[in-house]
């Protein structure tokens, strides 16, 4: 059974930093784009922060964080990473990581092209 799990998040002020990380599991995950999205409020449209190919070859970032967050992936530990500097207020929201196989017709910024989702962490950042 295929598994993602986010974790550290938390509440931090603004200014600050957190790196959540995401392990996967039920199968090698090496050949796998990744993803990382946040929901502000439930019914919110899911809004896209960073993906990663499967070889760490490209990354892609949505404009609202280039420069202050990275993501990165450690193919032998089935996990992906998001650095995150620099935190706003604006950031607060709940992250999700995904994951799809790599080929095929891949849109880094589009959720419906992911095949597996993690359960998401709180992301909260005070002023």
């Known amino acids: 059974q295929v598994q993602l799990v986010e974790s550290g998040g938390g509440l931090v002020q603004a200014g600050g930093s957190l790196t959540l990380s995401c392990a996967a599991s039920?199968?090698?995950?090496?050949?796998?784009?990744w993803g990382w999205f946040r929901q502000e409020a439930p019914g919110k449209e899911r809004e896209f922060v960073a993906?990663?190919?499967?070889?760490?070859?490209?990354?892609y970032y949505a404009d609202s964080v280039k420069g202050r967050f990275t993501i990165s992936r450690a193919s032998a530990k089935n996990t992906a990473y998001l650095q995150m500097n620099s935190l706003k207020p604006e950031d607060t929201a709940v992250y999700y990581c995904?994951?799809?196989?790599?080929?095929?017709?891949?849109?880094?910024?589009?959720?419906?092209?992911?095949?597996?989702w993690g359960q998401g962490t709180q992301v909260t950042i005070s002023s």
């Open positions: 995904a994951a799809t196989p790599a080929g095929g017709m891949w849109s880094p910024r589009d959720p419906e092209k992911y095949d597996y």
């Open positions: 039920g199968r090698s995950f090496s050949m796998y784009n």
């Open positions: 993906a990663i190919t499967w070889s760490g070859g490209s990354t």
